[in-house]
């Protein structure tokens, strides 16, 4: 769960980008890497092996200040997609406070894609998380090839499951953004319900999502401008 | 249930993510090439390393002067003490003695790890020496000190601060590059433990199910145990009464009711004889069964159980043969090996159709071992079913419609009987259709109490094993 320092006024907030073998984890992590103002995020780790598999993980970090003086870091994590790296996912896991679930959205791709979902659940379980609350938000990748499922799909499978669904493509940064944004949306919610982010700490959802999207080239999405909101 | 903290849980301390070694040698050369002083502090102010270059003459010379010792301890205090913002951003600190330093944080995903001091370095601009210096003490010489600060390198603010920054920027890279090598290794060894706890919990359900199936195959021996013995014990008296009227002690019977005793009788011992079979298995599987070794002659075990067999056998229309020849006396419990005999040559008629050849013959062979083969023109063993004919239960039709009945218990009990005589019994094809049973037995076995071996489970073999 979300880590707070009362002493330093700081929350870290940990996000899992999840799913199958080459669903396009690590590519969601590299375009926001690009639409990051580079002055709130850090290097992009990335742990692969020389056939550009992922090992253990890419991880990015993003911070920024609250009005009240609050230091909020984003890390933003993925899990190995390959099946022998199951341990190495079960770790990764661990502590999370948020999970982007990066699917295939092709046919073909349905069962490995089902079979993730249901390791993720485990896997989230054997580190104490409920899935039930934990914000969870699953990503149709891959939108633009002949295979994939039509956008009347995507209703169908809304209407099935709990977590909202967000098309994108993500080789071409579309719809990454969209899918942070939705993700952050839930997490703040879920944390201010747990611990009073607004009561306690002076956060509001505006003032959050604000801060974090202020840094973040927003232009082609149809996420509200940063301007938009009294976040400053 | 949940995993122990990952290293990726932690934050870990500027001294776990240089290697500080090498990072002195790093900061050695840097001050060499600019001829400035360096520290690096940790976030907690530990001192990382320590680099001096041409400040020791004039600042030693101060530190002899209780007053300049004094004023340069609240120097280094706030230099070291004094807080960064955590934005990459420098301070200027300037020493009493006209010295300056420059200070910057080590900023690592948003975090401060400590920071960088530069310096002591002259400004550019200053002239002389500051006043307060003449009078931290009366016998203060300010010709001497002006001489050692000639040592200390001059530097514009402009430049520090492009040196510093400079610094700065390649800190940043060797502490990306020591925090990845340090996920990396230690995230390594977690994945390995993980796998290895995995492993593990999966072996124990392994053997809590192993546990448990041995639990179940030992109930199901005692319960065969129990119901064999209680099943008996009213089927002897079936029997023996049949017996006993058929005999006229219960008076005069008509053919008939002769007829239907001895139909009676024939199944009451084929149903005592399946049951004491059961009794056999379920003591070999217990291991609780006994050889009583005694010598033995082969020809004549083998003629007994060919005359067991030979009333069925003529009723089914097969011809039966039985060659001992001359065979040397063997030690074994010749109940049990009779009994193995008799399985083989019950199995040899039942699987024979009408009109075929059973024979039994011996010969010995080398090794000093007695081989006794049961042939028949039958069926035969598809290959596939070779290895698991022995097995309990085992039958090569296990259908309900089957054609040949039986318990499949026969040549289970021959196995278990010939192995516990350290002996082997097995099974091949004979030449133009059938079956050949070879018993392979050593004449004299070994000595020490032979039991039967637990027999054969009832799972299946590996598939390797497998016809």
């Not at chain 1, 493509?169 to 997490?187: K, P």
């Not at chain 1, 879920?190 to 009561?199: K, M, N, P, S, T």
């Not at chain 2, 005359?307 to 030690?331: D, Y």
Request: aromatic fraction near 6%; proline fraction near 6%.
């Amino acid at each position: 769960m979300v880590q707070f320092n009362p002493e330093s006024r700081e929350i870290t907030i940990k996000v899992v980008y999840y799913g199958p073998a080459l669903s396009g984890k690590t590519t969601n992590l590299q375009a926001l890497f690009q639409k990051i103002d580079p002055t709130v995020r850090g290097r992009l780790m990335t742990l692969d092996t020389k056939d550009d598999r992922t090992l253990f993980f890419d991880m990015m970090p993003v911070f920024f200040k609250t009005q009240s003086g609050v230091k909020v870091k984003l890390k933003l994590y993925t899990v190995p997609g390959q099946v022998m790296h199951e341990s190495t996912r079960r770790i990764v896991l661990q502590g999370t406070d948020a999970v982007v679930f990066v699917a295939d959205c092709r046919r073909s791709e349905t069962e490995a894609t089902l079979a993730y979902w249901n390791n993720m659940l485990q896997n989230l379980e054997a580190n104490g998380l409920d899935w039930r609350t934990l914000p969870i938000v699953v990503q149709m990748n891959k939108m633009d090839l002949p295979e994939a499922r039509a956008e009347a799909d995507l209703g169908d499978l809304r209407a099935l499951i709990k977590p909202p669904v967000v098309p994108a493509v993500a080789i071409r940064s579309e719809g990454v953004i969209e899918t942070l944004y939705a993700l952050l949306q839930l997490t703040f919610r879920r944390i201010d319900r747990a611990v009073g982010l607004h009561q306690k700490w002076g956060i509001s959802e505006r003032e959050f999502l604000g801060r974090v999207f202020a840094s973040v080239d927003v232009s082609g999405t149809k996420i509200p401008h940063p301007t938009e909101g009294p976040a400053a | 249930m949940s995993l122990p903290p990952s290293v990726l849980q932690a934050k870990s301390p500027l001294g776990d993510l240089l290697d500080l070694r090498a990072f002195a040698d790093v900061c050695q050369s840097f001050v060499e090439l600019y001829r400035v002083g360096l520290k690096v502090f940790d976030a907690e102010g530990n001192k990382l390393v320590d680099v001096k270059v041409g400040n020791a003459d004039f600042c030693g010379y101060i530190w002899t002067k209780s007053a300049g010792r004094e004023q340069c301890m609240a120097t280094v205090g706030r230099v070291k003490n004094d807080s960064l913002p955590e934005e990459h951003v420098q301070r200027v600190f300037d020493c009493f003695s006209g010295c300056r330093y420059i200070a910057q944080p080590i900023l690592y995903e948003g975090d401060s790890l400590g920071r960088i001091v530069f310096g002591p370095f002259l400004p550019e601009e200053l002239k002389a020496l500051p006043k307060e210096l003449q009078a931290i003490s009366p016998d203060f010489d300010a010709k001497l000190a002006e001489g050692y600060a000639q040592k200390i390198r001059r530097a514009s603010r402009a430049t520090a601060e492009k040196i510093v920054k400079h610094f700065g920027d390649l800190v940043e890279v060797m502490v990306f590059t020591g925090h990845k090598a340090l996920i990396t290794a230690r995230l390594h060894i977690e994945a390995v433990q993980e796998d290895y706890r995995d492993l593990q919990e999966k072996n124990r359900q392994l053997e809590d199910g192993f546990a448990r199936l041995k639990e179940l195959d030992r109930l199901k021996s005692n319960f065969l145990a129990t119901m064999s013995h209680e099943l008996r014990t009213p089927l002897t008296s079936v029997i023996g009464y049949s017996e006993m009227m058929l005999e006229g002690l219960g008076g005069p019977l008509t053919d008939e009711q002769r007829e239907y005793l001895g139909i009676i009788m024939e199944k009451g011992e084929n149903l005592l004889q399946l049951i004491t079979s059961i009794l056999d298995i379920s003591k070999i599987e217990a291991g609780r069964v006994r050889l009583i070794l005694a010598e033995a002659d082969p020809a004549q075990l083998m003629r007994d159980a060919v005359a067991t067999v030979l009333p069925l056998a003529r009723k089914k229309g097969l011809k039966v043969s039985c060659e001992p020849g001359e065979l040397p006396r063997i030690h074994c419990d010749r109940e049990k090996l009779r009994q193995c005999l008799v399985n083989l040559c019950q199995n040899a008629v039942k699987f024979t159709p009408a009109g075929g050849t059973i024979s039994v013959a011996a010969s010995v062979e080398p090794g000093d071992r007695l081989a006794i083969r049961v042939q028949d023109t039958g069926i035969g063993i598809p290959a596939e079913h070779r290895e698991r004919v022995f097995d309990v239960f085992y039958q090569v039709d296990g259908s309900s419609t089957r054609e040949y009945g039986g318990a499949g218990l026969g040549l289970a009990i021959v196995k278990s009987f010939v192995e516990a005589h350290a002996g082997r019994v097995t099974v091949a094809d004979r030449a133009g259709g059938g079956t050949v049973f070879t018993l392979a037995l050593p004449i004299r076995p070994p000595a020490g109490p032979a039991t039967t071996p637990v027999a054969p489970p009832v799972i299946p073999p590996p598939a390797a094993a497998r016809g």
